[in-house]
């Protein structure tokens, strides 16, 4: 059994806004694991030049366990996109994320 990334991404919102993703996003999708851990900015300004010192990030890593090769995982990505999509629609509007596929051994 190995641990396989399906998706792996940032999520963030203003400091002064009262939002915790671990209590709006599921911890798991079927057999997909959603990790998220508060991190540090990655990058010191957003494309438009914003500062991101003003926002808290989370890290958010989308995992599955299985004996399958990544390429084999390719409808699973899908599936789990589609199903993660209504809770990242349902965060406040303030919040920003950006997931990309990312499908590979960790």
Known sequence: MKAIKLFQ???????????DPR??????????HVLIDKVRAPMAFFED???????????VT????????????????EWVSRELGPYLEATPKEVGWQLLEDLRPI
């Open 49 to 59: 030049g914003t500062p991101t010192d003003t926002q808290q990030f989370y890290q």
């Open 23 to 32: 209590a709006a996003i599921p911890r798991q999708l079927a057999e997909v």
């Open 62 to 77: 989308l995992l599955v366990r299985t004996e399958k090769e990544p390429a084999d995982l390719k409808p699973l990505a």
């Open 9 to 19: 991404g940032y999520l963030w919102h203003p400091k002064e806004l009262s939002f």
